[in-house]
């Protein structure tokens, strides 16, 4: 695709890495579903599998379908470059893994997802490759955790599921200084409400399962960065380990993108709505939601954020079972983990998301027993509100 001008973002999503004429003048980018290429002769093949000739092999290494959907993921996060996996984690663990060896350390935000938890204690354990938990408040909160081992740092922003937010362009400017990577989990966000690279933050990372795709029926991730670091991923952690995405599934990922900032600003207005209701409610004793304006993070959410999201964590009056009785009193919205689909969704973290962490750890990151995260879908918001109502009106005082 030639040179041609920069759009805006809504059309960016439809359009970028896309030009029709060079696919028989196709609408939609075509569906590539074959697991390997063919060579017009020998001589070919070999030129390819050196290196010497551009061209597709084998999907693990490369796909046409794939390709437009990195190439436009990379344009939407202002990187040079996207690799797709087969799922968020699959994005998680081949960054981490490529930028990591024995005895080095990872400087990670308060919280992060359940999974992420996980694999954080695989690579402790197996490996020896450290990692600690810092606020990231203040530049100095995250100076004293820095190591001289410490080869980056990982954030969520906000974080899952406490809805603790994190000033990236701080992160970014005391890395910088320490010569340290920044990798930001951008799934509660999306390239359209957030952009970490143009902070000044070094790789981005999606579960694409969620808002990218927005519809619920894949399990995907992204990575987006320098051309150089990407490519280096793409063959080695990525080529070897084989996390890769399916032609189908980028396919239905280009189909969700076209559609992202409609939903997100659906998203994000039903959100507030509902996030005002729950603070005004007697039985709901904490809301965390980055577009409450007496936050602390507010003026954060402010700078970085174009929205305040979709997702709004809240606490109920009582125990984890009366969280749990709310929980299965609730009509239309679903009990369910993920997020960023169009139904109303809601799960318990400490017994679900983040079951994986100890409960001190989980006490330390904020996840206390009562705690409910709400992802709020595209429904009529007074439909989400009235089912919210009637659970809390049969939680016993």
Excluded at 63 to 69: D, G
Excluded at 109 to 132: R, W
């Amino acid at each position: 695709m030639g040179e041609r001008k920069t759009f805006q973002f809504e059309t960016e999503v439809i359009h970028a890495a896309y030009e029709s004429s060079e696919y028989e003048g196709s609408l939609t980018p075509p569906l590539y579903q074959t697991s390997t290429f063919t060579f017009k002769d020998a001589q070919i093949g070999e030129k390819r599998f050196a290196g010497e000739e551009q061209g597709y092999i084998y999907t693990r290494l490369g796909n046409p379908t794939v390709h437009v959907l990195q190439e436009r993921m990379a344009k939407l996060e202002n990187g040079e470059a996207a690799l797709a996996f087969s799922s968020g984690m699959g994005a998680v663990s081949a960054i981490l893994l490529a930028l990591t060896k024995t005895g080095d350390h990872i400087l990670c935000s308060q919280g992060v997802y359940g999974c992420t938890f996980g694999l954080l204690q695989l690579m402790k354990d197996k490996y020896k490759i450290d990692h600690d938990f810092s606020s990231m408040a203040t530049k100095e909160q995250l100076l004293e955790k820095i190591r001289p081992e410490t080869v980056c740092i990982y954030v969520e922003t906000p974080i899952n599921p406490t809805m603790k937010l994190v000033d990236l362009q701080m992160v970014a400017n005391v890395a910088k200084e320490a010569g340290i990577p920044v990798v930001v989990d951008n799934t509660f966000c999306s390239p359209y409400l957030q952009t970490p690279l143009s902070l000044g933050c070094d790789i981005v990372v999606h579960s694409a399962t969620k808002y990218i795709c927005g519809h619920g029926d894949v399990i995907a991730g992204i990575a987006v960065g320098k051309k150089k670091f990407i490519d280096h991923v793409s063959m080695t952690t990525q080529k070897d380990i084989g996390g890769v995405i399916s032609p189908f599934d980028a396919w239905l990922l280009l189909r969700g993108l076209k559609t992202l900032p409609i939903r997100m600003d659906r998203h994000s207005d039903n959100a507030k709505k509902l996030a005002k209701f729950l603070a005004g409610h007697p039985k709901v004793e904490s809301v965390y939601y980055p577009g409450d304006e007496q936050s602390d993070d507010y003026d954060i959410m402010k700078r970085q954020m174009k929205k305040p999201g979709g997702l709004i964590s809240f606490t109920l009056k009582g125990t984890k079972e009366t969280a749990q009785a709310f929980m299965n009193q609730l009509k239309l919205i679903k009990i369910a983990v993920s997020l960023g689909d169009a139904e109303t969704l809601i799960q318990h973290p400490a017994t679900m998301t983040h079951a994986v962490v100890p409960k001190h750890a989980r006490e330390e990151m904020g996840i206390l027993d009562g705690l409910l995260r709400l992802s709020v879908g595209l429904e009529a918001w007074e439909d989400i509100q009235a089912d919210l109502a009637q659970a809390l009106e049969q939680i016993k005082k």
